[in-house]
């Protein structure tokens, strides 16, 4: 049995929906969203080890605000890890949101991770008048089987167009995320055949984070849903690998700008619990 989460906060936000298989793209992962009206969404983005596609169709859009002050509308792309105390509000939302591996979302997007650097795009900026034609089917689609049809049909025609990243750089992401951002970098350097060196700089230009930073993203990712799902801080850092409670909060705090405590009850969080369940229960078993 799954330790209790409360799903009740974000259920009292948003109707929900999940596609009825897998996307034919490796590493896409998506779920629709539907604003419930109850009250204005506000709400923390935490930082996740993928890029977020947000594909808006309703009557009102999506706004983020970021940490420099700059805010978006409508449908975005956040790079990898997007953090730092970035929330999202808006009402009347309608979105299917779209997360990216790293490893695919330069044949997906037709920019890299690392040219996104973090930060959020506008779609129509990227896409330009396709990011328009996708809007308007999305909310023409009756259904949100629909929806997701048109969005993997799309994703899959663009990244069969588009171009892959080094083998190598792939694995050594993939790496990464198996160890759940506890291997060492020397360690996956010397079973790549590689030095520490070139690891860092192919790595970097094509996932758009060091390898280390990603790894500090993947274990922060596991220990924020271990945090949501009851676990105490304590417990969660010794488990994620951190050398002591006092070094998971300062990398909570770093990525949100909140304490673990305040974390554990963030609405958003449980709403991956929802819309992305397998993701979620294998962050944090």
Not at 51 to 58: A, C, Y
Not at 148 to 166: H, K, N, P
Not at 207 to 229: E, N, S, T, W
Request: a neutral charge; glycine letters at 8%.
């Amino acid at each position: 049995m799954r330790p209790f989460v409360d799903d009740r906060a974000a259920m009292a936000m948003w109707d929900i929906a999940s596609p009825a298989r897998p996307s034919r793209v490796p590493g896409v992962t998506m779920a629709g969203f539907r604003d419930r009206g109850v009250a204005p969404i506000d709400q923390l983005l935490v930082p996740h080890p993928a890029l977020t596609l947000v594909l808006d169709f309703g009557a009102g859009q999506p706004i983020v605000d970021d940490a420099a002050g700059q805010q978006y509308r409508g449908s975005m792309v956040a790079g990898l890890g997007l953090g730092g105390a970035v929330r999202g509000h808006g009402e009347n939302i309608q979105c299917v949101q779209i997360r990216l591996s790293p490893v695919v979302a330069q044949a997906v997007l037709g920019v890299g991770p690392a040219d996104l650097d973090g930060a959020v795009v506008a779609l129509d900026d990227l896409w330009g008048r396709e990011a328009a034609r996708i809007r308007e089917r999305l909310s023409d689609a009756t259904s949100w089987a629909d929806r997701f049809e048109l969005a993997d049909t799309l994703l899959a025609r663009r990244y069969a167009a588009g171009s892959s990243i080094d083998a190598p750089v792939a694995w050594a992401w993939h790496r990464i995320v198996a160890s759940r951002g506890l291997i060492r970098i020397d360690q996956l350097a010397t079973e790549l055949g590689w030095s520490r060196k070139r690891l860092w700089s192919r790595f970097h230009a094509q996932i758009g984070q060091p390898p280390k930073p990603a790894a500090r993203l993947v274990r922060f990712d596991r220990a924020a849903h271990r945090l949501v799902a009851g676990h105490n801080a304590a417990s969660v850092a010794a488990d994620a690998g951190y050398t002591d409670q006092s070094h998971l909060h300062r990398d909570v705090l770093a990525f949100t700008g909140i304490t673990p405590a305040a974390i554990a009850a963030e609405p958003f969080l449980t709403v991956d619990d929802l819309a992305w369940p397998t993701a979620t229960q294998a962050a944090r078993t």
